[in-house]
């Protein structure tokens, strides 16, 4: 992380030194285009696109620790590892699942929503769907609340349908 926040204020301070050196060029030149100003502009476009290339590859770097904290977080909130978990604070109605079941659904759905996508229905896609569906719920259930052994939530119409 510092060394992005240093390439950054690296490429800042080479931007304005050349935003500077644009400005005395065109002074030195009473405002008439030289060979100096072509030169200082140029240089100029150069280290505004260094600039450029440097906050992308921060706000990179920003987004993938976005993701992995939110990653993380889900995690927790599922496996009950959350600090609110830790402290007796669990929703009502809400077992926490393994991380492990968590990601077999996750993964299950992923397969799903790749069916979906690439049938466009009919038979063979009903049946890649049908054998997503008779996996998840031959998936172990830990934590589930009686009854709900599928890997559905029986709570909602759709879902029991499948």
Known sequence: MDSTVDAI???YEGFIGAAAHVLEARESSDAAKTLTTDAALENFKQHWELLRVSCDRAEQLVESVRQRIGSECLVDEATGGSSSA???QTAVGIPPISAVRLEQMS???RWLV??????????SNSNATASTAASLSSLPSTGAPPGASTGFDARFGEDAVQ
């Not at 790749?114 to 038979?123: E, H, V, Y």
């Open 86 to 88: 830790r402290a007796g």
């Open 114 to 123: 790749i069916d979906l996508q690439q049938g466009g229905g009919g038979a």
């Open 107 to 109: 993964k299950a759905v």
């Open 9 to 11: 204020e690296k490429a």
